[in-house]
């Protein structure tokens, strides 16, 4: 019996609840901690990111209307799957990043519990950023956070797993869609943790992952005028106050370059804040 071939995984992009090539047909190469080669990533193009903010922008406004109750469901999906292809991951982290497989295992345990931890707050976040505000007046005053709309994202450049985790997933609690561009370094788990979206009952276009050249495509998403807001998490190489100047242009919401800490404030970071007025009935 002759040996079977290897059948090598194709990397592409994640656009729209597809896996498309780059437009452009350029790839580049994806290099072990030790050089060796491992495979070839999509090089995302300026047309690549327009079409992910399009994406984006159709989507944002059905994951917006879902219940988030629903929401939750299925982001804790995300971390099921997630969990059921710990393997992979381990040894996708393993072959790029050059760290132990005990170190792999606990960067995959800990985006795991990540998603289930904001799956948790879906439903519980509005209760905590909205209210009923005292005012003076025969009127009932009351604040409810709302998502700002499409959010891009520059992922943490030395985390692939756990990095776009903490970046993506508090962006989607709140109803907003996202285009992300993953590490340009360690795109591989990116693109399986995009697959596991698509497995996961996400909409298609709520989760957009790009890969290659953050330095180039970033500055097109922060001219981008339909995108809302733009997360700079791992734009500490770039020359994120240049993208800060382009995204005031369309008056984006802004968040500068730092490791991206779980936590409600960053959940807070992507929602606007409506109040309505309503008086109260006069006996």
Same mark, same amino acid.
């Given at each position: 019996?002759? /040996?079977?071939?290897?059948?090598?995984?194709?990397?592409?992009l +994640?656009?729209?609840?597809?896996?498309?090539?780059?437009?452009?047909?350029?790839?580049y190469?994806? #290099?072990?901690?030790?050089?060796?080669? #491992?495979?070839? /990533? $999509?090089?995302?193009?300026?047309?690549?990111?327009?079409d992910?903010?399009?994406a984006?922008?159709?989507?944002?406004?059905?994951?917006?209307?879902?219940?988030?109750?629903n929401?939750?469901?299925?982001?804790?999906?995300?971390a099921e799957?997630?969990e059921?292809?710990? =393997?992979?991951?381990?040894?996708?982290?393993?072959?790029?990043?050059?760290?132990?497989?005990?170190? *792999?295992?606990?960067?995959?345990?800990a985006?795991?519990?990540?998603?289930v931890?904001?799956a948790g707050?879906?439903d519980?976040? /509005?209760?905590?950023?909205?209210?009923?505000?005292?005012v003076?007046?025969?009127?009932?005053?009351?604040?409810?956070?709302?998502?700002?709309?499409?959010?891009?994202?520059?992922?943490?450049?030395?985390? =692939?797993l756990?990095?776009?985790?903490a +970046?993506?997933?508090?962006a989607?609690?709140?109803?907003? *869609? &996202?285009?992300?561009? /993953?590490?340009?370094?360690?795109?591989?788990? +990116?693109?399986?943790?995009?697959e596991?979206?698509?497995?996961?009952?996400?909409?298609?276009?709520?989760i957009?992952?790009?890969?290659?050249?953050? *330095?180039?495509?970033?500055?097109?998403l922060?001219?981008?005028?339909?995108?809302?807001?733009?997360?700079? $998490?791992?734009?500490?190489?770039?020359?994120?106050? %240049?993208?800060?100047?382009?995204? *005031?242009?369309?008056?984006?919401? &802004?968040?500068?370059?730092? %490791?991206?800490?779980?936590?409600?404030?960053?959940i807070?970071a992507?929602?606007?804040v409506?109040?309505?007025?309503?008086?109260?009935?006069?006996?």
């Open positions: 019996m002759s /040996a079977r071939l290897a059948v090598p995984k194709t990397y592409k +994640a656009i729209g609840g597809k896996f498309p090539r780059s437009e452009s047909g350029r790839t190469e994806v #290099l072990s901690a030790t050089g060796a080669f #491992l495979a070839n /990533a $999509a090089l995302a193009s300026r047309k690549d990111a327009r992910a903010v399009r984006a922008r159709g989507a944002q406004g059905g994951w917006a209307g879902a219940t988030a109750y929401r939750g469901q299925v982001l804790y999906r995300v799957i997630l059921g292809r710990r =393997a992979q991951f381990v040894d996708e982290i393993v072959a790029q990043e050059g760290v132990t497989a005990a170190v *792999a295992g606990a960067q995959v345990d985006a795991t519990d990540l998603w931890w904001y707050w879906c519980k976040y /509005a209760q905590v950023a909205g209210g009923l505000n005292p003076a007046g025969a009127y009932f005053n009351i604040s409810a956070p709302e998502p700002t709309g499409v959010v891009a994202i520059v992922a943490p450049q030395d985390s =692939a756990l990095g776009l985790t +970046a993506v997933a508090p989607l609690v709140a109803g907003n *869609a &996202v285009v992300v561009i /993953a590490s340009g370094r360690y795109p591989l788990s +990116a693109i399986s943790l995009a596991v979206f698509a497995t996961s009952d996400v909409p298609g276009g709520v957009n992952v790009l890969t290659g050249s953050p *330095a180039e495509l970033a500055p097109w922060a001219d981008h005028a339909d995108v809302n807001a733009l997360d700079l $998490a791992g734009a500490g190489e770039l020359d994120w106050v %240049d993208l800060q100047i382009r995204a *005031a242009e369309t008056l984006k919401r &802004v968040l500068v370059p730092g %490791d991206p800490v779980p936590s409600p404030q960053r807070a992507f929602t606007e409506k109040t309505v007025w309503h008086p109260k009935s006069m006996l």
